[in-house]
Structure formats: C-alpha cells, structure tokens
C-alpha cells in the first residue's frame, strides 16, 4: 500500500526570482555575443536560456485545502500541501487532489428491508480526502469509488432493518433516525478507507415504501398501530382494575365475592378499553335478580 509523504519542495517566489535575474543575464550575453559574432558564445547563451526557461516548468501552484501528488517517470515522490508557489524537479509529473469537505445524495434505490417489503431509499454522504497518495493510487478513480460503495453499504444498511417497529426496543430505519445514521456512517467509512476517503457525515435522504404496495403497507402500518395501542390501553386497563381491586379491599370498604370481582372487572374493562362512551345502566335489583 502507497502511503502519503511529504515532498514541498521549495519556495517558489525566490526561485521564479532567480530564474527571471539569470534568464535576463543570459539574453544580455546573447546580446553582447551576437555583437561580437562569437560563436562559442551565442551557442552556449542560447543553450543557458533554454535550459532556464525549461526551469521555469518547475514552478506550481498549491491553493488551499489541495494536494499535488508529484511523480518522477511513475514513481510516487510525496505530496505537497503547502500552499503558495512553490518549485520542484520540472521532470516531476503534478497531479491536484482536492482536500475540501464535498457531499452527494445517492440516487433512489429501490431495496427490501429486512421484513421484505420493498422500499425506496437514499442518502446524504459528506466526505473528503484525508490520505492523498491512497486516494490517488490505491483506487482507479477515487470520486467514483465513493458514490458507488455509499450506495453499496446504503443497500445493506435497509436489509438489516425494518422500515417501521411498532416496538420501542427493535431498531428501524423510520423511527431511529439518529442509530441508523451512525450505523450507515460507520459501514460507508470502512468501505471508503482503503481509498483514503473521510467519511464525516452520512443520513438518510428519503425514505418511503415503493410505490406499487404504499397503500397497502399504510393500511398495514394503520393497524399495526391499532394493535399496538389497543395493547398498552389493555396493559393500563388491567393495572387499574388491580389497583381497584387491592384499594377497594385493603380499606375494608366493601367484600366482594368472585362472582361481584368478575362483574366489576368485567364492566371496568368495558369502561376502560371501550373506544366509545360507555351508557350507564341502572340496576334496581341485585346481581343475582
């Protein structure tokens, strides 16, 4: 594996300086040696000032959070990070990685979750570029390893969960917005290492149930709810009545035998659970009339 090292070179303003000083000199020999038609002179003039201005090659630019990964003939020399103009081997082949926060939004895809009701879903990566000489050489084209493994580990992350959980403790991809969106940064970032990519953020986008069974999953969704609620409602229910029950008998307020326990239970669980309001019945006789 490449690893990154750093090659600045040197400073680029003394040495454009230097150049334009000698290459001015030599065109004033030339001068002078054009005059006084010496051969030698002007040959070797004329040779001095090509090679200064071959020099000149050398020079480049680093802006800003860039990189400029410099190779000699195909081997990998370092990369420089300073900015400013700076000077290196004119032989030196520069290639510019850009080290800037970027983003992109995955198209939509169209997986199963892990219940297998297909769903449409899609997401926001921020990345950037922490390790230029694996960016550069490790993969063919990094931008493109990017948005192709984002999508990948998109598509994985929805097989491993549910869309919807109607269960506080089980995980899904709607109600758990924050745990699934550190479960999709961490399986993109594993991905994106090996090519040198920083993942700093990654969330879902868009979340939806695919178009052909979106009426029928609401349906579903609907009465999964119902069950759920009709559930806690019962839970409550039977807590109250328990508590009725153990109040109504530690304060000696009234002894009721089984038959009068299953009447009350039996109308306080009408009275709680019922989704409508309940109608009061006068009974003028008693239990057993």
């Known amino acids: 594996m490449v690893r990154e090292r750093a090659y600045n070179g040197i400073p ?7 150049l334009v000083l000698a290459d001015a000199a030599l065109v004033w020999m030339l001068v002078m040696n054009i005059r006084s ?11 001095m000032i090509a090679l200064v201005t071959f020099l000149t090659a050398g ?25 400013g103009l700076r000077w290196a081997n004119p032989f030196l082949a520069k290639k510019k990685v850009s080290l800037r926060v970027r983003n992109f939004e995955s198209s939509h895809l169209k997986v199963n979750d892990i219940e297998g009701n297909p769903i449409e879903i899609a997401a926001v990566v921020v990345w950037k570029v922490f390790e230029t000489a694996e960016a550069v050489f490790e993969v063919d084209d990094y931008e493109h390893y990017v948005k192709v493994q984002s999508e990948a ?5 929805a097989t491993s969960y549910a869309y919807d959980a109607h269960d506080d403790s089980q995980v899904s991809l709607r109600g758990h917005t924050g745990a699934v969106a550190d479960h999709l940064k961490r399986e993109i970032g594993d991905r994106l290492v090996k090519a040198g990519v920083e993942v700093i953020e ?14 029928a999953m609401l349906q579903r969704q609907q009465a999964g709810a119902i069950i759920a609620a009709r559930q806690r409602i019962v839970e409550g229910a039977v807590g109250m009545v328990e508590m009725a029950l153990d109040m109504l008998s530690k304060k000696s307020i ?5 038959e ?3 009447a009350m ?22 239990i057993y009339q």
Not at 61 to 74: A, D, I, R, T
Not at 265 to 286: A, H
Request: hydrophobic residues 50%; proline residues 5%; aromatic residues 6%.
């Open 153 to 157: 580990a998109l598509r994985n992350l």
């Open 202 to 215: 990654a969330r879902i986008s868009h979340l939806a149930y695919a178009p052909e069974i979106a009426a």
């Open 37 to 47: 038609e010496s051969a030698p002179g002007i040959v070797f003039a004329a040779v």
């Open 254 to 258: 009234i002894q009721l035998d089984e």
């Open 12 to 18: 680029g303003l003394p040495m454009l300086l230097a």
């Open 265 to 286: 239970v039996s109308n306080l669980l009408v009275v709680l659970c019922g989704d409508r309001n309940t109608q009061p019945v006068i009974n003028t006789g008693t």
């Open 260 to 262: 009068r326990k299953a």
């Open 59 to 83: 020079l480049f630019m680093v802006n800003p959070n860039e990189g400029k990964v410099l190779q000699l003939f195909g081997e990998y020399k370092g990369t420089a990070k300073v900015q």
